[in-house]
């Protein structure tokens, strides 16, 4: 696709050039690029060269391909028309059968060591990988053949990251992540059930503008979107710093957005920008809907640590300062006022007070509970 025609498409669709680089720059920014990367990555995008991807799925139930049509910028038809050549996806394909299968192979073989692996769901490994078969074949199998030919392999959703739901114990499958399956080979996670669309498409772009892929954490996820817990940048913070917590779902304390600790929200110990990107378009998340986060892009936590289960606060978690302040009313209740609570998160003195006054909160009641 040469520019004059990108152009055309992006007027079409109502997207002046403007637009396109200001959304190019804005990516880059959410990935802690240089401003000067939204020109790179622009120039990537328009290229005609569009990379091969091969997305195949396991033991899943789609919602991470369910999310990612829900994307406004960039549209998915843009995403797998203009910036990659969708070849094979089991859920978008016109094609059914012994049609797909070969377009699939005949892709991977003409394309070897450029197309991009994306694995949807986990991977089941006992007795051979019998329990996920496609075309015939064990699933696992699929997996570690593809991977050996791709140029680069993306995990998708937390199934694809850590095992997800299908591995949670007793795990009668030998449910596993692709991490695990392909130990020697670079493999990027984005977890989350559903994973944000927009990590997986900034890091697409990444790799489309740089041809690697961006810095990854020590669990394999990109930074730009992993690097923070959530329980930093979410709107009940300060509620947490001032020790107010729902005690029940529908009590006095959830019903006016108190911090969802006690129910349960991982929260703490997970990383993510959930709490600043936001779903769908519509800027919400589980917390926001009063419902607590259960961790499911954190390895061992979600899915594996009971959901309205308390999570052991990490030392991180409690002396960061929050970043958003939240609606509180002016009350008195303790030796905080409210107007207190809603500064306590500007400065990184006052959250270390904070993260104490509510770590004492938490133990005094836990130890009256024990009495």
Not at 62 to 86: A, K
Not at 91 to 119: P, W, Y
Not at 122 to 133: A, E, H, M
Not at 344 to 350: H, M, N, R, S, T
Request: charged residues 20%; hydrophobic residues 35%; neutral net charge.
């Amino acid at each position: 696709m040469n520019e004059l025609n990108f152009v055309n498409q992006l007027s079409a669709r109502g997207y002046s050039r403007r637009d396109f680089i200001k959304f190019c720059t804005v990516m880059a920014a959410s990935m802690g690029l240089p401003l000067s990367a939204g020109e790179k990555i622009a120039s990537a995008v328009e290229s005609p060269t569009r990379p091969p991807v091969i997305w195949i799925s396991g033991q899943g139930c789609t919602g991470c391909t369910e999310s990612l049509l829900r994307t406004t910028h960039p549209t998915l038809e843009h995403l797998i028309l203009d910036m990659i050549s969708l070849d094979y996806n089991e859920t978008l394909n016109a094609g059914a059968g012994h049609q797909a299968e070969k377009f699939m192979h005949d892709s991977i073989e003409k394309n070897s060591g450029k197309f991009v692996l994306v694995v949807e769901g986990s991977i089941p490994t006992k007795d051979g990988g019998i329990y996920c078969k496609v075309a015939g074949t064990p699933f696992v199998d699929i997996v570690k053949e593809t991977a050996k030919k791709a140029a680069a392999t993306i995990a998708i959703g937390s199934c694809a990251s850590w095992g997800g739901i299908p591995s949670a114990e007793p795990n009668p499958t030998g449910a596993k992540g692709v991490k695990d399956v392909l130990p020697n080979a670079t493999v990027m996670n984005i977890p989350g059930c559903p994973a944000n669309p927009y990590n997986f498409t900034s890091a697409v772009a990444y790799f489309l503008t740089y041809n690697k892929l961006p810095e990854l954490d020590s669990q394999a996820r990109p930074k730009f979107a992993y690097s923070r817990l959530i329980h930093e940048n979410c709107e009940r913070r300060p509620h947490f710093d001032a020790g107010r917590f729902a005690e029940q779902f529908g009590d006095e304390g959830h019903r006016r957005g108190y911090c969802l600790y006690k129910l349960g929200c991982k929260g703490p110990v997970t990383y993510n920008n959930c709490s600043v990107l936001g779903f769908n378009d519509v800027g919400s998340w589980p917390v926001k809907t009063g419902h607590p986060c259960f961790g499911c892009s954190e390895e061992g936590v979600g899915f594996h640590i009971p959901q309205f289960v308390e999570a052991n606060l990490q030392k991180e978690s409690l002396f960061t300062p929050a970043a958003t302040p939240a609606n509180i009313e002016y009350q008195r209740g303790g030796n905080i006022t409210a107007t207190a609570a809603g500064l306590v998160g500007l400065a990184v003195g006052a959250a270390a007070g904070a993260g104490i006054v509510a770590t004492r909160r938490l133990k005094s009641e836990e130890e009256a509970g024990n009495q």
